[in-house]
């Protein structure tokens, strides 16, 4: 269900790409021309090719060309994945895990070699887990930090197996155990030196600026850091797409620090220019969504804006929990603490109107909690659409009457307000990320079903010092979420993470103060699944949202899209939601 629902997406969004586009027969294997990447960040400062302590763009999106991981991401269900499932060039074929969760068994495929023909095996994983280990010692990049603190340890099986013991028995494991694995003969490691090993040679050795020995579809060609790092098709990669092999000759990313040159650059067409946009600016969107000679290709990505409200009493805010692990009543905020209310205000606001107001039409509506590329989404669960006549009449019911004619609704029989209450709240809202916007927009939405909003327009740091105290009555806000995307949300709505703080220290992300024991459990329940069986993980994730759907905890508002921009010059641009570049190594310019 989750592949045709991500295909459907993929279909409708790719309209504009296949339009107009006709190819010649693909050339051979690295005489498909050069893809060149524009870089608006800049490789001035270009980190480390070894990807554990690459911590930029430059050296990731270079690095991540060049060197193998443990495990993969599926493009389509955006879930982990071995190379029996989808084949990336990852190295784990599958897994097994021990009855009590704690030990995964990973088989490794025995057709992968580095550059240089060594073949690769389990001692280069664990060589590549031992710098891992090393943490600060090795400069070890923040992305890996989840990995380092998840695997207890790892241990060599035979050439082709590895036993990996992790430290809680979760779902989601997998998902933050794999990690970039390097050659370890390249830095004369050995299994006798094992743990002995001067990592010093590690932090200093060439293949940090000159990698020689990888294992990607490209491989090293130079590096003019402030300029452009240039990689050369590899011949010998173990894993193309296409059975034809690696079919462009090159790939460079190349530095174009302003977002309106690189497109202008990019839609002259010319020789040498970049050829490739990957997730460009929102303000860069329109042109090149317009240009006619570029396939375009936009679809939700994992940022989400909301509406924030605060379930509890202002007045007197409490930790979700007390010290001994009971629950906190927390009183009730005088408007938002009836649920009736929250879902009026949802039908209230409409979302496309924000959507193409705030965002320039390059988002997609929130449902519930759950991001639309999240292989958890429900499939059936709709939004409340627009509907002030339902919104009104709900408020109504709810005991909120405008009695006076002034346009704005006073308490008249509402559940948690002392009556003659106008319906008159406080937003605080961040200067950024188009989101002003948004309150402008919900502030005269609300106003057409006797609803008054002040917008108090604050900075990022300062809005968020108000929500950390609980003292707030509305925020405009925003999430990253992550992929593969973990179902569990308990650190924006668990009860654990309902902590007010005057001073931000030790304040936790559920700052509604939503306090739900069933969801509570079942957000616990989703990763602890007897043999993590999908199904059944599936099952939980959609009562999950049923719930977040029905309580409203937030005004459910829309996430973020991102846009991948070929030139039409560029065969086989095939991308897919979150994943733009899962096939450039069958990428080819057409001469």
């Known amino acids: 269900m989750k592949k045709l629902v991500l295909a459907i997406v993929a279909t409708v969004m790719l309209v504009a790409l296949s339009a107009g586009v006709a190819f010649a027969q693909e050339p051979a294997p690295g005489e498909g021309g050069i893809i060149i990447q524009g870089n608006t960040r800049g490789s001035a400062n270009l980190g480390s090719f070894i990807q554990l302590r690459c911590s930029g763009v430059d050296c990731r999106d270079s690095g991540g060309l060049m060197f193998p991981s443990l495990l993969g991401l599926d493009p389509e269900s955006l879930t982990t994945a071995g190379a029996d499932t989808f084949d990336g060039g990852q190295l784990a074929l599958n897994w097994s895990i021990s009855e009590d969760g704690l030990v995964y068994t990973f088989n490794l495929r025995q057709d992968a070699f580095w550059t ?86 590690y932090t ?123 629950y906190v009543d927390q009183g009730v905020h005088p408007l938002f603490g009836d649920v009736m209310v929250r879902q009026a205000l949802q039908y209230a606001l409409n979302i496309d109107e924000i959507i193409q107001g705030a965002q320039n039409g390059d988002a997609t509506p929130m449902v519930s909690s759950t991001i639309p590329t999240a292989f958890s989404v429900h499939p059936t669960l709709e939004r409340r659409a627009y509907d002030p006549e339902m919104a009104a009449a709900m408020l109504t019911e709810a005991g909120w009457t405008d009695e006076d004619g002034d346009g704005v609704r006073e308490c008249n029989g509402c559940l948690h307000a002392e009556a003659g209450t106008p319906f008159s709240f ?27 909003v002040e917008v108090l327009s604050l900075d990022f740091n300062g809005m968020y010092d108000q929500l950390e105290q609980q003292t707030y009555d509305a925020a405009i806000a925003g999430w990253r979420g992550g992929i593969p995307f973990d179902p569990d949300q308990r650190s924006f709505f668990g009860t654990e993470q309902d902590i007010f703080s005057n001073t931000g220290e030790g304040a936790g992300f559920n700052f509604p103060s939503y306090q739900n024991p069933e969801l509570d459990e079942l957000m616990e329940s989703v990763n602890l699944v ?30 973020l899209e991102n846009a991948y921009v070929a030139s039409d010059t560029i065969g086989n641009f095939d991308p897919l939601p979150a994943q733009g570049r899962w096939n450039i190594d069958a990428w080819y310019v057409q001469q």
């Open 204 to 326: 200093s050795h060439p293949q940090n600026t000159e990698p020689t020995v990888t294992a990607g579809p490209f491989l090293f060609s130079r590096a003019e850091p402030g300029t452009a790092i240039y990689l050369a098709a590899n011949p010998d990669y173990y894993a193309p797409t296409l059975d034809a092999g690696v079919l462009p000759q090159g790939w460079v990313f190349l530095d174009v620090l302003d977002d309106t040159i690189l497109t202008e650059r990019f839609l002259s067409g010319q020789e040498g220019e970049p050829n490739f946009i990957f997730e460009p600016p929102a303000n860069q969107y329109e042109p090149l969504r317009n240009a006619e000679n570029a396939q375009y290709f936009q679809a939700p990505a994992t940022v989400w804006h909301y509406f924030a409200m605060n379930l509890a009493d202002p007045e007197n805010p409490q930790n979700g929990f007390d010290a001994d692990g009971n």
């Open 116 to 201: 240089d023909g060594e073949q690769i095996t389990a001692d280069d994983v664990y060589f590549s887990w031992l710098a891992l280990e090393q943490g600060e010692a090795i400069e070890l990049s923040g992305s890996y930090l989840t990995a380092q603190r998840d695997i207890e340890n790892i241990e060599i099986v035979d050439d082709f197996t590895i036993d990996v013991t992790v430290a809680s028995a979760t779902c989601t494991v997998v998902d933050n155990i794999s990690f970039p694995v390097d050659p370890s003969h390249a830095f004369g490691w050995t299994t006798e030196i094992g743990e002995d090993f001067d990592w010093a040679i």
């Open 530 to 559: 007897p043999g993590c069986d999908i199904d059944e993980r599936l099952a939980i994730a959609y009562q999950i949202q049923e719930i977040m759907w029905e309580d409203q905890p937030y005004l459910w508002l829309y996430s």
């Open 426 to 452: 406080e937003l605080l809202n961040p200067t950024v990320g188009g989101r002003e916007d948004v309150a402008i927009l919900a502030q005269a939405q609300f106003a057409e079903i006797g609803v008054e």
